[in-house]
């Protein structure tokens, strides 16, 4: 697979843009505590092959015991960082893809249920209404079927339905599909007993396992791309703050390498670096009131142990590929362009990651393997043309694309203008759309692929899809408000655009929901047509809202000592009260 990467260095790049800090603000690169957060959050585990653990607490003391055991094991961001920074600088220096380096990691995430049954008192006093309600419970409002006959109702859900009392999901994540299953194994052995002849010898964990999901990277071609055959994991928020108090020269030692020479806020061209606190708590979040590279509140969860934890949303989203390429088809025929063109407009990217908005009629695979070029885009301004890189750890991306403020190329509908639509306003409909308010609401996914490729065999079982796993500090303002208010909503950010046509669920049982996308016509004519989707191609099959408690608090529900060197932060005490929720961007 070719490497698509600008060049990514072991070393400190950064910038030193403290001339933007008003007075008495925190810091504009916040120190991150390393050792404290857990890996998968902010650094990503990046792994080609995973499997989930979902299990119930049943004896609490004895969970109590087996988690002092776990701690030890449990991946940090330090770890996850160091390891990530060496393959890339392997990787680079190859110009190919390398077994050079490899690792497995673990990482633990409770439900509210799970952290109630280990410190009740605390865990009420989570803010987040939806993470204490838990995801099955909130699926009718995020536009799930509710027609108990379907597939994608909640109380149908192969995982994490109104009746699965989940407690809590381990996430094993490794290169090597055989050392995955090893990390399995071990963890099992530690709930279970060592199995020796099928036979399992008494162990007393106090936890069951009730569910496994396995993920994997699909193989070439479709390496990187999820089942529909598109390039995903191509845009992430950047995230600011430092990682260690080296420094070189004026550069600090920054989480996100900065490599765009024009911006100094931005990691890759195009990519934002965000306040750590709309990731992990007990960090300054986003400031929707200023420019970008303001920092905001102060980011708390409630729990006097959430800092340093986040918010994880999985869903298993089983995905239709045959009847979504079908449907395609058969639509592409009556429009009269082709298949992958129709369905880049329902992404915004071609299946290489070209964005549609540098060229809506072909796919530029030079630019979708190129991280230089493949965010290099907003859609109501032009971002600066690139210059020539100051180091070798920067790159230039070239010049600018135009912008697309009237969704001509990349639709108003497209997923990838829903789910982040970056720098958009809508003075007349969403009056408080612009870029501060929606850099509030981005997500960290770490999504994986599961089930084998597409094949047309009248033998398959459909069973495929993506384990979608997004960090977040707020459920409520980050991954349900992109999905019931961008993606779900057919009047944004324009009236009749209608809803996201990869994810979009209309309400109730008539799943049809028609989208507006304008292309170029077969006798070169620019033209707008509405297309209706008849049924919904992707289908949610299991799910669950969980928290990712540091390290500390970790030890802390074990009853184990906190190993030393944890903080290298000072995180402010948890307000006595609550803090009240912010009142709502839109009307
Ligand atoms: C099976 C379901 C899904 C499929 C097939 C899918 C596919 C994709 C693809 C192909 C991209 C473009 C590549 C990239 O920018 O990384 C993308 C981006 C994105 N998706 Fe999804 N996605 C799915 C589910 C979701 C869900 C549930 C959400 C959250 C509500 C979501 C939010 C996003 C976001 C925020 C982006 C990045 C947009 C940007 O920064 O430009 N996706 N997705």
Redesign the pocket.
Known sequence: MAVREVPAILSMAALDDAAHIPDGAPAIEPPLCVNNIQGNSLAGFNKDHQTLIFFRIDDVPKFRGWLGREVPFVATLAEVLTFNRLFKAVRFRRKAESRAVQSTWLNIVFTAQGLSKLDAAETAKFTDAAFKQGLAARSASLGDPTDPASEGFAGNWAVGGPDDKLDGMLIIAGDDVDDVAAEVRRVEDGIYGRRVAGVASAVDSGLSITYKQHGATLPPPLTGH???G??????QPGVRGTVSDMKDGEHLDLLTLRENPNEPGQGKPGQDCLYPGEFVFGHPAQNPDAEINVPGEMKQGGPSWSDDGSFVVF?R?R?DVGGFHAFLKKQARELGINDLELGSKF?G?WPS?SPVIVDDVHDRPDIGRDDARNNFFEFRAKPKDGTPPKDGSQADPGPSPDPDPNGVLCPFSS??RK??PRDDTSPNFFPSLNEPTTQTHR?L?RGIPFGPPFEDDPNDDGER??V?I?YQTSIENQ?EF??KRW?NDPGFKEPNVGADP??GQATGTDRARTVRITYVDPEGNTTTAPVTIPQDF?VPTGGGYFFSPSIEALCGFAGVPVPPDLHRCTHPPQPATPPPAPPPHYP
């Open positions: 999820e089942h529909f598109w390039l995903d994991g191509v845009s869903r989203l995905q992404v990217r990651g997923h990838i789910a982040y997500l996914r899809g993506l979608f997004a991954f992109v999905t993606v990869i994810l992707v």
